[in-house]
Nanobody
Framework: QVQVVESGGGLVQPGGSLRLSCTASGTIFSVYSMAWYRQAPGKQRELVAMVSRSREPTKYPDSVKGRFTASRDNAKNTMYLQMNSLKPEDTAVYSC???????????????WGQGTQVTVSS
């Protein structure tokens, strides 16, 4: 079994910062790409950041560019999302996606966390 768990969400004032964490655990041979998505009520899910295992440069949507930074620690199978200068429109459920190989010769399988709520409000 593989579990993907996010943490770090909460309530923050506009202009504030939060750091989200996502950790994959369980029977894991290697974790390939990891990504953060977010979905606000009534809106489509949006890809916020994806980080490959080789840590190739991350592309961000214009909505978060310059404010959000994604990183990962391969040794800990963990991905982070540092969110600065938060705006009310950043309010959403942030979910982590991980592609995991459970054995050397198995194919990578997609796993999702349960999501963490981020609310930006004064």
């Amino acid at each position: 079994q593989v579990q993907v768990v996010e943490s770090g969400g909460g309530l923050v004032q506009p202009g504030g910062s939060l750091r989200l964490s996502c950790t994959a655990s369980g029977t894991i041979f290697s974790v390939y790409s990891m990504a953060w998505y977010r979905q606000a009520p009534g809106k489509q899910r949006e890809l916020v950041a994806m980080v490959s295992r080789s840590r190739e440069p991350t592309k961000y949507p214009d909505s978060v560019k310059g404010r959000f930074t994604a990183s990962r620690d391969n040794a800990k199978n963990t991905m982070y999302l540092q969110m600065n200068s938060l705006k009310p429109e950043d309010t959403a459920v942030y979910s982590c996606q991980a592609f995991v190989k459970r054995a050397e010769y198995s194919r990578a399988t997609e796993y999702w966390g349960q999501g963490t709520q981020v609310t930006v409000s004064s």
